[in-house]
Protein backbone atom coordinates (compact mmCIF):
# COMPACT_ATOMS: atom_id res chain seq x y z
CA UNK A 1 0.00 0.00 0.00
CA UNK A 2 0.59 3.42 -0.04
CA UNK A 3 3.28 5.05 2.23
CA UNK A 4 5.47 8.05 3.06
CA UNK A 5 8.40 8.48 5.56
CA UNK A 6 9.62 11.77 6.90
CA UNK A 7 12.63 12.57 8.60
CA UNK A 8 12.41 12.48 12.42
CA UNK A 9 12.28 15.46 14.15
CA UNK A 10 12.76 17.41 16.08
CA UNK A 11 14.47 19.72 14.37
CA UNK A 12 16.12 22.72 15.99
CA UNK A 13 17.32 25.48 14.08
CA UNK A 14 18.38 29.16 14.42
CA UNK A 15 16.26 32.05 13.20
CA UNK A 16 17.69 32.60 9.36
CA UNK A 17 18.56 29.53 8.73
CA UNK A 18 18.20 27.04 6.06
CA UNK A 19 15.47 24.47 6.18
CA UNK A 20 15.29 21.08 4.65
CA UNK A 21 12.66 18.27 6.07
CA UNK A 22 13.09 15.15 3.75
CA UNK A 23 10.09 12.88 2.38
CA UNK A 24 9.60 10.39 0.13
CA UNK A 25 6.93 7.97 -0.32
CA UNK A 26 6.06 4.69 -1.83
CA UNK A 27 2.71 4.56 -4.40
CA UNK A 28 1.32 2.89 -7.63
CA UNK A 29 0.59 5.22 -10.57
CA UNK A 30 1.01 8.98 -10.00
CA UNK A 31 -0.06 10.30 -6.66
CA UNK A 32 -0.49 13.93 -5.70
CA UNK A 33 1.72 15.12 -3.06
CA UNK A 34 1.55 17.82 -0.12
CA UNK A 35 2.99 19.58 3.18
CA UNK A 36 0.34 20.29 5.98
CA UNK A 37 1.40 22.44 9.17
CA UNK A 38 -0.14 22.39 12.28
CA UNK A 39 0.86 25.27 14.59
CA UNK A 40 0.29 24.73 18.32
CA UNK A 41 -3.69 24.58 18.96
CA UNK A 42 -4.65 24.10 15.91
CA UNK A 43 -6.12 21.72 12.79
CA UNK A 44 -3.74 21.07 9.96
CA UNK A 45 -3.12 23.60 7.15
CA UNK A 46 -2.26 22.55 3.73
CA UNK A 47 0.82 24.35 3.11
CA UNK A 48 1.39 23.37 -0.55
CA UNK A 49 0.98 20.73 -3.11
CA UNK A 50 2.28 19.02 -6.43
CA UNK A 51 0.30 17.22 -8.71
CA UNK A 52 2.57 15.80 -11.06
CA UNK A 53 6.10 15.31 -11.51
CA UNK A 54 8.70 18.04 -11.56
CA UNK A 55 5.81 20.78 -10.58
CA UNK A 56 7.20 22.82 -7.36
CA UNK A 57 4.72 23.53 -4.41
CA UNK A 58 5.63 26.87 -2.92
CA UNK A 59 3.79 28.82 -0.77
CA UNK A 60 5.05 31.26 2.51
CA UNK A 61 8.61 31.07 1.57
CA UNK A 62 8.15 27.40 1.50
CA UNK A 63 9.00 24.96 -1.96
CA UNK A 64 8.91 21.02 -2.23
CA UNK A 65 9.37 19.77 -5.86
CA UNK A 66 7.78 16.58 -7.28
CA UNK A 67 10.34 14.28 -7.80
CA UNK A 68 9.16 10.31 -9.21
CA UNK A 69 12.43 9.48 -10.24
CA UNK A 70 13.77 9.11 -6.84
CA UNK A 71 10.31 9.41 -5.23
CA UNK A 72 10.76 12.02 -3.21
CA UNK A 73 8.99 15.52 -2.03
CA UNK A 74 11.64 17.65 0.03
CA UNK A 75 10.26 20.55 2.16
CA UNK A 76 12.99 23.90 2.24
CA UNK A 77 12.97 26.99 3.23
CA UNK A 78 15.67 29.43 2.62
CA UNK A 79 15.01 31.57 5.76
CA UNK A 80 13.23 30.37 8.62
CA UNK A 81 11.31 32.41 11.41
CA UNK A 82 10.36 31.79 15.03
CA UNK A 83 6.92 31.87 13.52
CA UNK A 84 7.11 28.71 11.83
CA UNK A 85 7.41 26.52 14.00
CA UNK A 86 4.62 23.71 14.25
CA UNK A 87 4.71 20.05 13.13
CA UNK A 88 5.26 19.45 9.78
CA UNK A 89 3.53 16.29 7.70
CA UNK A 90 4.22 14.86 4.11
CA UNK A 91 1.39 13.59 2.81
CA UNK A 92 -0.04 12.08 -0.73
CA UNK A 93 -3.28 11.31 -2.56
CA UNK A 94 -3.01 7.97 -4.65
CA UNK A 95 -4.07 7.19 -8.17
CA UNK A 96 -7.87 6.45 -7.91
CA UNK A 97 -8.55 7.48 -3.56
CA UNK A 98 -9.78 10.28 -2.13
CA UNK A 99 -8.04 9.75 1.99
CA UNK A 100 -4.75 10.95 2.27
CA UNK A 101 -1.52 8.83 3.55
CA UNK A 102 0.38 11.09 5.69
CA UNK A 103 4.29 11.00 7.28
CA UNK A 104 4.62 10.98 11.35
CA UNK A 105 5.48 14.32 10.98
CA UNK A 106 8.32 16.37 11.86
CA UNK A 107 8.58 19.24 14.65
CA UNK A 108 10.40 22.33 13.71
CA UNK A 109 12.07 24.49 16.73
CA UNK A 110 13.31 27.76 15.37
CA UNK A 111 14.87 29.85 17.91
CA UNK A 112 15.53 33.72 17.93
CA UNK B 1 -16.83 31.21 7.26
CA UNK B 2 -16.69 29.16 10.19
CA UNK B 3 -13.83 26.07 9.98
CA UNK B 4 -14.36 22.69 10.91
CA UNK B 5 -14.93 22.41 14.81
CA UNK B 6 -14.63 19.82 16.81
CA UNK B 7 -15.80 18.56 20.17
CA UNK B 8 -14.50 17.56 23.30
CA UNK B 9 -11.02 19.02 22.96
CA UNK B 10 -9.57 16.70 25.37
CA UNK B 11 -11.27 14.05 26.79
CA UNK B 12 -9.75 11.29 29.43
CA UNK B 13 -11.91 8.30 30.05
CA UNK B 14 -11.23 5.28 31.86
CA UNK B 15 -11.14 1.53 30.02
CA UNK B 16 -13.90 -0.10 29.33
CA UNK B 17 -16.05 3.54 28.90
CA UNK B 18 -17.88 4.63 25.88
CA UNK B 19 -16.79 8.09 24.21
CA UNK B 20 -18.21 10.23 21.97
CA UNK B 21 -16.35 12.83 19.27
CA UNK B 22 -18.30 15.20 17.03
CA UNK B 23 -17.38 17.08 14.42
CA UNK B 24 -18.99 19.70 12.50
CA UNK B 25 -17.37 20.19 8.58
CA UNK B 26 -17.37 23.73 7.14
CA UNK B 27 -21.16 24.70 5.77
CA UNK B 28 -21.51 22.91 2.40
CA UNK B 29 -19.06 20.39 2.41
CA UNK B 30 -20.30 17.06 1.31
CA UNK B 31 -17.14 14.89 2.19
CA UNK B 32 -16.12 14.28 5.52
CA UNK B 33 -12.81 12.44 6.99
CA UNK B 34 -12.02 11.02 9.74
CA UNK B 35 -8.26 10.35 11.04
CA UNK B 36 -6.17 9.27 13.74
CA UNK B 37 -2.59 9.86 15.11
CA UNK B 38 -1.32 7.42 17.55
CA UNK B 39 1.35 8.32 20.19
CA UNK B 40 2.86 10.80 17.74
CA UNK B 41 3.03 8.32 14.61
CA UNK B 42 1.78 8.89 11.33
CA UNK B 43 -1.99 10.41 10.94
CA UNK B 44 -4.33 7.35 9.53
CA UNK B 45 -7.09 7.56 7.70
CA UNK B 46 -10.46 6.04 9.76
CA UNK B 47 -13.14 6.59 6.93
CA UNK B 48 -15.40 8.91 4.62
CA UNK B 49 -18.41 10.11 4.40
CA UNK B 50 -20.12 11.60 0.99
CA UNK B 51 -23.17 13.45 2.55
CA UNK B 52 -24.22 10.89 4.92
CA UNK B 53 -23.26 7.82 3.17
CA UNK B 54 -19.82 5.45 3.93
CA UNK B 55 -18.04 5.69 0.77
CA UNK B 56 -14.66 3.94 2.01
CA UNK B 57 -14.42 2.45 6.03
CA UNK B 58 -11.13 0.68 4.91
CA UNK B 59 -9.21 2.39 8.30
CA UNK B 60 -11.68 1.70 10.68
CA UNK B 61 -9.67 -0.56 13.05
CA UNK B 62 -12.17 -2.43 14.42
CA UNK B 63 -16.44 -2.73 15.68
CA UNK B 64 -15.35 -0.96 18.79
CA UNK B 65 -15.72 2.32 16.62
CA UNK B 66 -18.78 3.43 14.92
CA UNK B 67 -19.42 6.84 12.95
CA UNK B 68 -22.06 8.42 12.25
CA UNK B 69 -23.49 11.26 9.78
CA UNK B 70 -27.00 12.06 10.39
CA UNK B 71 -28.62 14.03 7.49
CA UNK B 72 -25.36 14.51 5.95
CA UNK B 73 -23.63 17.52 8.16
CA UNK B 74 -22.38 16.99 10.81
CA UNK B 75 -20.61 13.49 12.15
CA UNK B 76 -19.91 11.34 15.59
CA UNK B 77 -17.42 8.95 16.12
CA UNK B 78 -18.47 6.53 18.75
CA UNK B 79 -15.72 4.46 20.56
CA UNK B 80 -17.32 1.48 22.99
CA UNK B 81 -15.87 0.18 24.70
CA UNK B 82 -12.71 2.35 25.04
CA UNK B 83 -9.14 0.44 25.02
CA UNK B 84 -5.81 1.77 25.81
CA UNK B 85 -4.42 1.62 22.57
CA UNK B 86 -7.29 4.05 21.43
CA UNK B 87 -5.49 7.33 23.25
CA UNK B 88 -4.64 9.26 20.56
CA UNK B 89 -5.40 12.54 18.36
CA UNK B 90 -8.46 12.21 16.43
CA UNK B 91 -9.04 14.40 13.46
CA UNK B 92 -11.93 16.02 11.05
CA UNK B 93 -11.45 17.15 7.66
CA UNK B 94 -14.09 17.74 4.90
CA UNK B 95 -13.72 18.90 1.63
CA UNK B 96 -16.34 20.80 -0.31
CA UNK B 97 -15.95 19.75 -4.05
CA UNK B 98 -15.14 15.81 -4.77
CA UNK B 99 -12.09 17.25 -7.34
CA UNK B 100 -10.89 19.53 -5.05
CA UNK B 101 -7.49 18.75 -3.54
CA UNK B 102 -7.81 20.73 -0.15
CA UNK B 103 -9.09 19.14 2.80
CA UNK B 104 -10.00 21.51 6.14
CA UNK B 105 -8.98 20.11 8.96
CA UNK B 106 -9.94 20.82 12.66
CA UNK B 107 -8.05 21.57 15.42
CA UNK B 108 -8.61 17.56 16.57
CA UNK B 109 -9.77 15.77 19.75
CA UNK B 110 -7.10 14.39 21.96
CA UNK B 111 -8.44 11.17 23.57
CA UNK B 112 -6.59 9.70 26.59
CA UNK B 113 -7.89 5.89 27.67
CA UNK B 114 -6.32 5.02 31.32
Known amino acids: GDSVTQMEGPVTLSEEAFLTINCTYT??????LFWYVQYPGEGLQLLLK?????DKGSNKGFEATYRKETTSFHLEKGSVQVSDSAVYFC???????????FGSGTRLQVQP | EAGVTQFPSHSVIEKGQTVTLRCDPI?????LYWYRRVMGKEIKFLLH????????ESGMPNNRFLAERTGGTYSTLKVQPAELEDSGVYFC????????????FGPGTRLTVT
Open chain 2, 93 to 104: ASKGDANSYEQY
Open chain 2, 27 to 31: SGHDN
Open chain 2, 49 to 56: FVKESKQD
Open chain 1, 50 to 54: ATKAD
Open chain 1, 27 to 32: ATGYPS
Open chain 1, 91 to 101: ALRGTGRRALT
